[in-house]
């Protein structure tokens, strides 16, 4: 069983331009969530995705958007870049449950620096 | 929002018990406490969670108050690879985590 895999593990990006990131799902899942952790802070929420809709989103603009693949895997989309966009992203893969139970697995995350 | 208080920072020995507080007082009886960890340079990880009875799992031990607006996580034996940021956290339906600041909990050898 592989666990959470994210690409790359670091970028540097100049503000206004466009990054895409990448998550690879734990095998069986097919729920992923992408969290930003500013430095020092505790992850916060962006959105989720289920069965390839997006299944509730955090307090982020629009400028960031997702997909998840057929295979589960995601992708995580951030137009005009800012400098406040530095973070840690962290992708989280799950199996759906309705009920509070389930627990996420997390990759390693990419540490993205915008100039 | 789903919040719960946490110590900022907490410190103990190798090879102790540690006890790790999270306060919850507006919970609802729906919502089960998760606790992550993240180690450094690393992102969480799951650790245990729990709705209303006392839970174990190879990792640690969660203690739920019986008014359910409090709880522990217990770490048996703190271990060096324990130090990390520890959050409590509320989860309703589905998946959403909605992290705090966390307990920074440092393990003196």
């Known amino acids: 069983e592989t666990g959470v895999t994210q690409s790359p593990t670091h970028l540097i990006k100049t503000r206004g331009q466009q990054v895409t990131l990448r998550c690879s799902s734990q095998s069986g899942h097919n729920t992923v969530s992408w969290y930003q952790q500013a430095l020092g802070q505790g992850p916060q929420f962006i959105f989720q995705?289920?069965?390839?809709?997006?299944?509730g989103r955090g307090n982020f603009p629009p400028r960031f958007s997702g997909l998840q693949f057929p295979n589960y895997s995601s992708e995580l989309n951030v137009n005009a870049l800012e400098l406040d966009d530095s973070a840690l992203y962290l992708c989280a893969s799950s199996l759906w449950r309705t009920s509070g139970t389930n627990e996420q697995f997390f990759g390693p995350g990419t540490r993205l620096t915008v100039l | 929002d789903a919040k719960t208080t946490q110590p900022n920072s907490m410190e103990s020995n190798e090879e102790e018990p540690v006890h790790l507080p999270c306060n919850h007082s507006?919970?609802?009886?729906?919502?089960?406490i998760h606790w992550y960890r993240q180690l450094p340079s690393q992102g969480p990880e799951y650790v245990i969670h729990?709705?209303?009875s006392n839970v174990n799992n190879r990792m640690a031990s969660l203690a739920i108050a019986e008014d359910r607006k409090s709880s522990t996580l217990i770490l048996h034996r703190a271990t060096l690879r324990d130090a990390a940021v520890y959050y409590c956290i509320r989860v309703a339906s589905g998946s959403r985590l909605t992290f705090g600041e966390g307990t920074q909990l440092t393990v003196n050898p």
């Open positions: 729990g709705l209303t």
């Open positions: 995705y289920y069965r390839e809709e997006e299944n």
């Open positions: 507006t919970i609802s009886g729906t919502d089960y």
